[in-house]
Structures are given as C-alpha cells and as structure tokens.
Nanobody, 118 residues
Framework: QVHLVESGGGLVQPGGSLRLSCAAS????????MGWYRQAPGKQRDLVAV???????NYADSVKGRFTISRDNAKNTVYLQMNSLKPEDTAVYYC????????????WGQGTQVTVSP
C-alpha cells in the first residue's frame, strides 16, 4: 500500500505563489509517474502536471509557463511550484502516483485546498 501526504495549500492573492509538496510512503514501485490533479466545485478532476521517474514533465495548457513540477526520487516526493496564480486556479489539488508496472496501480492523496482571491 502507498500513502500520499500533501502539504502547502492555502489562500493567496492573484499573482502570488504557492508551493505544494507530496510525500509518498509505503511499497512504491520504482518506476512511476507522480503528479497533481485539481478539482474545482462542480467540475471534473483535471490533470495539472505530472512527472516521470526520469524527470520528464507534462503540463496542462492552462498552467504552462506558470507552474513547475519537480521530484526528488530519493525522498519519493513531488513538488509543484505555482507562480502567477489566477482565481481560476482555485481548486482542491490532489497528489497522484501511478505505477508503471505490468499491472498499473493508481494512488491518490486526500487533497489540499488552494484558493486564489483578492
């Protein structure tokens, strides 16, 4: 079993920055993709950014140039640096880990609230 613990959410003004962290613990398959999804009220959960064990990132178009995803494989931790935040970035942000094993398994964190408001 894998446990994901997120931190770093909060309230920030438009144009501000936040950094999210997600630490994974447990039996972690060494080759995996970690990342972030978000869900605003009344909307579906959407991809924000993911990154492979090898460090290759993938971003949603809406956050390209503003958000940066990174990871520390030794710590099984993924980070999301969010700059130039906009009100439309307001959502619950969920950490995600997907193993790239023969039988892929997906794990989710509990979520952390990010609110962008004056």
């Amino acid at each position: 079993q894998v446990h994901l613990v997120e931190s770093g959410g909060g309230l920030v003004q438009p144009g501000g920055s936040l950094r999210l962290s997600c630490a994974a613990s447990g039996s972690i398959f060494s080759i995996n993709v970690m990342g972030w999804y978000r869900q605003a009220p009344g909307k579906q959960r959407d991809l924000v950014a993911v990154i492979t064990t090898g460090g290759s990132p993938n971003y949603a178009d809406s956050v390209k140039g503003r958000f940066t995803i990174s990871r520390d494989n030794a710590k099984n931790t993924v980070y999301l640096q969010m700059n130039s935040l906009k009100p439309e970035d307001t959502a619950v942000y969920y950490c995600n880990l997907k193993t790239l094993s023969s039988l892929p398994v997906t794990y989710w964190g509990q979520g952390t609230q990010v609110t962008v408001s004056p």
